[in-house]
């Protein structure tokens, strides 16, 4: 390979920095409308009327569009995990949660818009509502496994009676917010009977392929591009509110409407992280030998539409144990629908399960390297299926090599400088590696160079640049003869950049592709469609690694926490790219930094609403909060997917978390079970 595994530049880089390149609310269309959506602020009930004559002479107003107004959508239209009445914008008078949009007001202007949106008089019949979540709510049931499914292996209440010593802890995590920095922002016009947009969105297809369903339309009458998109961390993952709402006003209107979310919008009416709550019980031998593993989580949901926060899937991964039970259990809410963030599952599992092990090696009184090492699997725990490659322990070594671990005195409390508390943690991280059917065309141009063709997106991690070099190297060419075309559902089916999954499931395209091209002597098109050519991968357990340390500096006066050194070592396959997946590395260590001390969405019980939907109440970790961060990978290879890959995306934010609550523990001698640790909790 001669491009792969190369630092490169993103070839958008310029673009982006000099304000050339597009995201979708720059695009310009004529004769364009602009949509400002009203959202319910009750939690629940119906709407009473709204006042539609009271803004209709505002300046600039066109209409606005509610329940009684909009155009018809499919009833029985689809989500991206099957029946989702998140999906039914406008339809009925019934409001599920607050922030549920109740109408949009489209006007000539952004400005004008909003205004109009502002003055809009609704009314409504408020029902009793529910959203407080607790792990044992009467409305608590098994959750719909997508994956993650629960186990049972060996005989756990056996293990735990035999075992020397045994941890019993629970673990709580709050709302947390997906906060890309782009707004959700969408442009929809008709062509007659089929629908345009432009949309921000992690995959173009999927989108295109729900609201074709949602307008009765066929998948050919539907096209979604993407362009550039200014981050997602899965908020972006589903057909959102902004799309939907901007083609019922296109439809109604029959001009293209913009609908772009303010910030407060985004935190109320698109995706974030449920509540949890996760019960850990750990028993081991007195040398360290784990003997039983039992996770149970429980999570909200919404009531509206399904959704599974894998919480217990590296629990089945990261260490052998005789014995292992996972449960996970989901509580119906009048809530925003919580999805997929940032390492979803895994960086809120991983802060219960690895916290639990920082405890148990206390317990035990051995290093919590020690411990884990210990405990290496030769197979997957649960599956007993063999690993296809697997370098933690590589993580965890050369990790505490760099960092200095052997240092260490694993005494609480032991290290001052000046007034401040000192201390060190570790934490073991998995997420699963693997690919999904996606469509490529590569054509031969007659000036020598190559189009390459995949419904792919560009979040801002680099994956135009790393599709560029994987194309390349597929085609045996420079990347200079690759012309990459990317962002719209027009090039076919593709899986989105979500779940760790983006670059490996359009590798496999690419390649695939390649290889035909190369039978075709490079001439004319080779199309793929890889729907077929994916099931040799449940043969192995396959997953990304990563071992994070931290070093804590803490207050005893102030309670504030200030994270001094960050160090993570990965086992993500082959690197495609080294420059742009370390920064995306970096990005999830600072996401998992964020949620340590720093991320929580509050509800007001009374009213059900949240207070703090904004980047004033609810902080994400700033440039200030964050220290130098060291970030590198070991060698590893993923044989089962083609040039080697596993997925860079959400490694990084797992287990960051834990470690910095576990050097928290080392520098103050106090546990924190509950994020984020906020100063008035500290000491
Ligand atoms: Mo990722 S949170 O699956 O977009």
């Given at each position: 390979?001669?491009?792969?595994?190369?630092?490169?530049?993103?070839?958008?880089?310029?673009?982006?920095?000099?304000?050339?390149?597009?995201?979708?609310?720059?695009?310009?269309?004529?004769?364009?409308?602009?949509?400002?959506?009203?959202?319910?602020?009750?939690?629940?009930?119906?709407?009473?009327?709204?006042?539609?004559?009271?803004?209709?002479?505002?300046?600039?107003?066109?209409?606005?569009?509610?329940?009684?107004?909009?155009?018809?959508?499919?009833?029985?239209?689809?989500?991206?995990?099957?029946?989702?009445?998140?999906?039914?914008?406008?339809?009925?008078?019934?409001?599920?949660?607050?922030?549920?949009?109740?109408?949009?007001?489209?006007?000539?202007?952004?400005?004008?818009?909003?205004?109009?949106?502002?003055?809009?008089?609704?009314?409504?019949?408020?029902?009793?509502?529910?959203?407080?979540?607790?792990?044992?709510?009467?409305?608590?049931?098994?959750?719909?496994?997508?994956?993650?499914?629960?186990?049972?292996?060996?005989?756990?209440?056996?293990?735990?009676?035999?075992?020397?010593?045994?941890?019993?802890?629970?673990?709580?995590?709050?709302?947390?917010?997906?906060?890309?920095?782009?707004?959700?922002?969408?442009?929809?016009?008709?062509?007659?009977?089929?629908?345009?947009?432009?949309?921000?969105?992690?995959?173009?297809?999927?989108?295109?392929?729900?609201?074709?369903?949602?307008?009765?339309?066929?998948?050919?009458?539907?096209?979604?591009?993407?362009?550039?998109?200014?981050?997602?961390?899965?908020?972006?993952?589903?057909?959102?509110?902004?799309?939907?709402?901007?083609?019922?006003?296109?439809?109604?209107?029959?001009?293209?409407?913009?609908?772009?979310?303010?910030?407060?919008?985004?935190?109320?009416?698109?995706?974030?992280?449920?509540?949890?709550?996760?019960?850990?019980?750990?028993?081991?031998?007195?040398?360290?030998?784990?003997?039983?593993?039992?996770?149970e989580s429980a999570f909200e949901i919404s009531r509206l539409a399904e959704y599974l926060e894998g919480c217990t899937e590296l629990t089945k991964t990261l260490y052998a144990a005789p014995a292992i039970r996972t449960k996970l259990t989901a509580v119906p809410l009048d809530i925003l629908p919580p999805f997929s963030m940032r390492g979803p599952g895994t960086a809120p599992g991983s802060f219960a399960l690895e916290s639990a092990m920082d405890e148990l090696a206390t317990r035990l009184d051995l290093d919590p390297l020690e411990l884990r090492l210990r405990n290496e699997p030769e197979v997957g725990p649960a599956s007993g299926l063999p690993f296809s490659s697997r370098?933690?322990?590589?993580?965890?070594?050369?990790?505490?090599?760099?960092?200095?671990?052997?240092?260490?005195?694993?005494?609480?409390?032991?290290?001052?400088?000046?007034?401040?508390?000192?201390?060190?943690?570790?934490?073991?991280?998995?997420?699963?590696?693997?690919?999904?059917?996606?469509?490529?065309?590569?054509?031969?141009?007659?000036?020598?160079?190559?189009?390459?063709?995949?419904?792919?997106?560009?979040?801002?991690?680099?994956?135009?640049?790393?599709?560029?070099?994987?194309?390349?190297?597929?085609?045996?060419?420079?990347?200079?003869?690759?012309?990459?075309?990317?962002?719209?559902?027009?090039?076919?089916?593709?899986?989105?950049?979500?779940?760790?999954?983006?670059?490996?499931?359009?590798?496999?395209?690419?390649?695939?592709?390649?290889?035909?091209?190369?039978?075709?002597?490079?001439?004319?098109?080779?199309?793929?469609?890889t729907s077929r050519s994916l099931g040799d991968l449940p043969t192995h357990e396959r997953h990304a690694f990563s071992a994070i340390f931290a070093e804590v500096s803490a207050n005893p006066a102030t309670g504030e926490v200030r994270v001094r050194r960050l160090l993570g070592m990965f086992a993500i396959g082959q690197v495609v790219n080294p420059l742009t997946a370390r920064s995306q590395v970096v990005g999830g260590m600072i996401g998992g930094l964020s949620m340590a001390l720093h991320e929580e969405g509050l509800r007001d019980p009374v009213s059900g609403r949240h207070v703090n939907a904004d980047f004033a109440g609810y902080h994400i970790a700033a440039h200030a909060?964050?220290?130098?961060?060291?970030?590198?990978?070991?060698?590893?290879?993923?044989?089962?997917?083609?040039?080697?890959?596993?997925?860079?995306?959400?490694?990084?934010?797992?287990?960051?978390?834990?470690?910095?609550?576990?050097?928290?523990?080392?520098?103050?001698?106090?546990?924190?079970?509950?994020?984020?640790?906020?100063?008035?909790?500290?000491?």
């Amino acid at each position: 390979m001669n491009a792969v595994g190369i630092a490169r530049p993103r070839i958008e880089g310029r673009g982006k920095v000099t304000g050339a390149a597009r995201y979708a609310a720059d695009v310009p269309i004529r004769g364009l409308l602009f949509g400002s959506i009203v959202l319910s602020t009750v939690t629940r009930g119906r709407i009473r009327g709204i006042d539609v004559s009271a803004v209709q002479d505002m300046p600039g107003v066109v209409g606005v569009i509610d329940h009684t107004s909009a155009p018809r959508l499919n009833p029985k239209a689809q989500g991206v995990f099957g029946p989702d009445g998140q999906l039914l914008l406008l339809q009925d008078a019934a409001v599920p949660f607050a922030g549920w949009p109740v109408a949009l007001v489209v006007a000539e202007t952004l400005e004008q818009a909003q205004a109009a949106a502002a003055a809009l008089p609704v009314t409504y019949d408020e029902d009793p509502h529910d959203t407080a979540f607790t792990a044992d709510h009467p409305a608590g049931r098994p959750a719909v496994a997508f994956f993650d499914e629960p186990v049972d292996i060996g005989d756990v209440e056996a293990e735990l009676a035999a075992s020397a010593v045994v941890v019993e802890q629970r673990y709580r995590t709050p709302e947390e917010h997906c906060s890309a920095m782009e707004p959700h922002s969408a442009t929809a016009w008709w062509e007659g009977e089929c629908l345009e947009a432009i949309d921000s969105n992690q995959g173009p297809f999927t989108v295109a392929a729900v609201l074709a369903t949602l307008f009765s339309l066929r998948p050919d009458q539907v096209r979604v591009r993407t362009e550039h998109v200014g981050g997602g961390f899965g908020s972006k993952g589903l057909c959102g509110p902004q799309l939907i709402l901007a083609a019922l006003g296109a439809r109604r209107f029959g001009r293209p409407v913009r609908v772009t979310l303010t910030r407060a919008q985004v935190f109320l009416a698109t995706a974030m992280r449920p509540a949890i709550d996760q019960l850990v019980r750990l028993g081991a031998d007195a040398d360290g030998r784990l003997r039983a593993i039992w996770h149970e989580s429980a999570f909200e949901i919404s009531r509206l539409a399904e959704y599974l926060e894998g919480c217990t899937e590296l629990t089945k991964t990261l260490y052998a144990a005789p014995a292992i039970r996972t449960k996970l259990t989901a509580v119906p809410l009048d809530i925003l629908p919580p999805f997929s963030m940032r390492g979803p599952g895994t960086a809120p599992g991983s802060f219960a399960l690895e916290s639990a092990m920082d405890e148990l090696a206390t317990r035990l009184d051995l290093d919590p390297l020690e411990l884990r090492l210990r405990n290496e699997p030769e197979v997957g725990p649960a599956s007993g299926l063999p690993f296809s490659s697997r370098n933690l322990v590589a993580c965890l070594t050369e990790g505490a090599r760099r960092f200095g671990w052997d240092q260490r005195d694993h005494q609480p409390r032991s290290r001052r400088e000046d007034a401040l508390l000192i201390g060190t943690g570790l934490a073991a991280a998995s997420f699963s590696a693997g690919a999904f059917p996606s469509s490529a065309f590569i054509t031969a141009e007659p000036d020598d160079t190559f189009t390459v063709a995949i419904g792919a997106t560009d979040l801002g991690t680099g994956a135009r640049t790393a599709l560029t070099a994987i194309a390349a190297d597929a085609l045996a060419v420079g990347t200079e003869r690759i012309h990459l075309e990317i962002s719209d559902s027009a090039l076919g089916p593709a899986w989105g950049a979500g779940g760790s999954r983006g670059t490996t499931s359009w590798a496999w395209a690419i390649a695939e592709a390649a290889a035909k091209l190369r039978e075709q002597d490079y001439r004319g098109t080779a199309a793929v469609d890889t729907s077929r050519s994916l099931g040799d991968l449940p043969t192995h357990e396959r997953h990304a690694f990563s071992a994070i340390f931290a070093e804590v500096s803490a207050n005893p006066a102030t309670g504030e926490v200030r994270v001094r050194r960050l160090l993570g070592m990965f086992a993500i396959g082959q690197v495609v790219n080294p420059l742009t997946a370390r920064s995306q590395v970096v990005g999830g260590m600072i996401g998992g930094l964020s949620m340590a001390l720093h991320e929580e969405g509050l509800r007001d019980p009374v009213s059900g609403r949240h207070v703090n939907a904004d980047f004033a109440g609810y902080h994400i970790a700033a440039h200030a909060d964050v220290p130098d961060i060291e970030a590198d990978f070991v060698p590893d290879f993923e044989p089962g997917i083609p040039m080697g890959i596993k997925g860079a995306g959400e490694i990084g934010n797992v287990s960051t978390a834990a470690a910095i609550a576990n050097a928290v523990w080392h520098a103050t001698g106090v546990r924190h079970r509950s994020l984020p640790i906020r100063l008035d909790r500290v000491l």
